[in-house]
């Protein structure tokens, strides 16, 4: 019987990076599809990874090598961003516009990803226009290797919770309303894992221990989680160990992924869980089932109710969010034998969001600036030295205005390579904001109401803050982070609220080395999609 060569080379290439100990390879082909979906009972057309909603699952451990064939048979461009993964020396994978030329329809793309140096749960999500709309979601779980210690005992499950806001409209007319200068007002509801009232179920058994895995993947709401009658134990958020708290109810803002452990120790009955949302005027909830193994007792009566609008209550809990300093991360040496506290910050940068009308339309901006896309990503025209895509700079790395002037640009932010930066987060605005930096992760140092000065570094947790990579700052308030810039490449920081993502509110930080080195940044991949002025040039291999 004949072998195909192919198939043959890329076996023998295998064996053999197994027995020089590289770190494992995991295959995945995703075909992206639109199909009918009833989330909120109302026939749409969503978009389906593999015929699914939410998409698919990705398992893996720290350090797997993930390579992600993705077919676009929708009849727009597609791309996917990978919330939370860091893509170290790797900036060509983050999927984003500024780093990655769109899938476009009846084409594929293939994502090298590596979770380098990660534990812990994100999710993946379409990044172009307002396609998170309508789905293409789905959970990354990165586990640690087995040699590395887990700072509890591992559960009987581990549970998926993928929540968020919900519109009845589709993405398209979505985006169409917003390009008008308008407003799409409130979501029409809420879901958990792509499903309205009662339509998901969480099966446990009782007297056993299981892991939730909670992300807010919703367009622009925070929401609060809690499940009847039990009590949940915080153990990670997004990548970081924390110290064990308990609590009945958790706020988790836009883009934001945290783990918690529930014993299954209650009556053999089935129970809501829950999820509403906050500082909305209009409360939505939604449920699931916590089904108990040969339970008889279905849910009935009226869902345990949680916060709604109070703020000092989400701020108090945010307060309570501790690194375990005597955990591992992923590797062994434990979280706390970093010393954030004790490096002092080379720059200080002040981001303040408004919501400015530009031409006479609802526009967002950071620092006076209202991103607009160039016409070739920003990455590409680093690499390829394209002239007139953007200038660096053209972001100040703080304003003095919080009266809402800004005008438009493709704004670019210089960051050095290894500095160590302060970054305040300083909201004028009555609502709440969610940021997110890419290919990092920050300490989450401080966070009150008013002003920042520098005062305010004197109320600073320099000890055992938790680390993590997208951050909510509460109305009329400050929230400051350290950052190690120790990640070279282009990356995206931008409002977690999606609207404000779209209309503006984002930019990009180029983080350089000047020895262009491999050791630094991976070089541009073979099978980069190239697109705009970029288009015919030639790549170098990886």
């Known amino acids: 019987m004949k072998m195909n060569v192919g198939i043959f080379i890329c076996a023998l290439f295998l064996v053999i990076n197994s027995i020089n100990g590289e770190d494992p390879y995991r295959f995945f082909t995703w075909k992206v599809t639109y199909g009918n979906i009833y989330p909120l009972g109302v026939k749409q057309q969503g978009i389906l990874i593999n015929g699914q909603f939410p998409g698919p699952q990705i398992n893996c451990v720290t350090n797997d090598n993930l390579i992600i064939s993705v077919y676009n048979y929708l009849n727009e461009p597609f791309l996917l961003s990978w919330n939370g993964l860091q893509h170290r020396r790797n900036s060509w994978q983050d999927g984003t516009y500024g780093t990655t030329c769109p899938i476009p329809p009846g084409k594929n793309f293939t994502y090298m990803l590596q979770a380098k140096d990660q534990i812990g749960s994100f999710f993946y999500f379409p990044s172009l226009g307002l396609q998170k709309a309508a789905g293409g979601y789905g959970g990354i779980k990165i586990y640690s290797r087995p040699r590395i210690p887990v700072p509890f005992p591992f559960p009987a499950g581990d549970h998926t919770v993928l929540a968020g806001d919900w519109y009845k409209r589709g993405h398209q007319r979505l985006r169409h309303i917003l390009d008008m200068g308008k407003s799409i007002s409130h979501p029409d509801g809420l879901l958990i894992n792509g499903r309205g009232w009662n339509g998901y179920t969480f099966e446990v058994q009782h007297g056993k221990t299981y892991r939730f895995r909670i992300s807010n993947v919703g367009l622009s709401t925070s929401i609060n989680f809690r499940i009847q009658g039990h009590v949940m134990k915080l153990v990670e958020v997004e990548g970081s160990h924390t110290v064990q708290n308990t609590y009945n109810s958790l706020d988790v803002h836009v883009g934001q992924s945290l783990s918690v452990l529930v014993t299954a120790n209650q009556a053999v009955r089935d129970y809501y869980v829950v999820v509403s949302s906050r500082f909305t005027r209009r409360v939505l909830m939604t449920t699931a089932v916590l089904h108990y193994h040969n339970s008889k007792i279905g849910v ?141 992760s920050f300490f989450v140092v401080g966070m009150e109401g008013g002003q920042w000065t520098q005062a305010s570094r004197s109320h600073y947790n320099l000890r055992d803050t938790v680390a993590r990579s997208t951050v909510q700052v509460y109305p009329k308030a400050w929230t400051a982070i350290y950052i190690a810039l120790d990640n070279v490449g282009m990356w995206n920081i931008r409002s977690q609220d999606w609207v404000r993502q779209y209309l503006g509110q984002q930019f990009y930080l180029r983080v350089y080395s000047p020895a262009h080195s491999w050791r630094d940044e991976l070089p541009i991949p073979k099978n980069a999609l190239l697109c705009g002025r970029a288009r015919g040039r030639h790549t170098r291999p990886l």
């Open 300 to 440: 009935s009566g009226t869902p345990p109710g949680g916060p709604t609008t109070q703020i000092a209550w989400s701020v108090m809990q945010a307060r309570t969010f501790r690194w375990n300093l005597t955990a591992s991360g992923p590797r062994p040496n434990p979280q706390g034998s970093y010393h954030y506290g004790m490096i002092k910050p080379s720059r200080t940068i002040m981001l303040s969001n408004s919501a400015p009308w530009i031409n006479g339309k609802q526009r967002y901006a950071v620092n006076g600036v209202s991103f607009v896309a160039g016409d070739t990503p920003l990455k590409l025209a680093d690499h390829f030295k394209i002239g007139g895509v953007y200038n660096l700079g053209s972001i100040p790395d703080r304003t003095t205005s919080s009266n809402g002037n800004a005008y438009l640009s493709t704004s670019v932010m210089h960051a050095d390579f290894r500095s160590f930066a302060e970054i305040v987060f300083q909201n004028w605005e009555d609502t709440v904001q969610s940021w997110h930096i890419d290919g990092y």
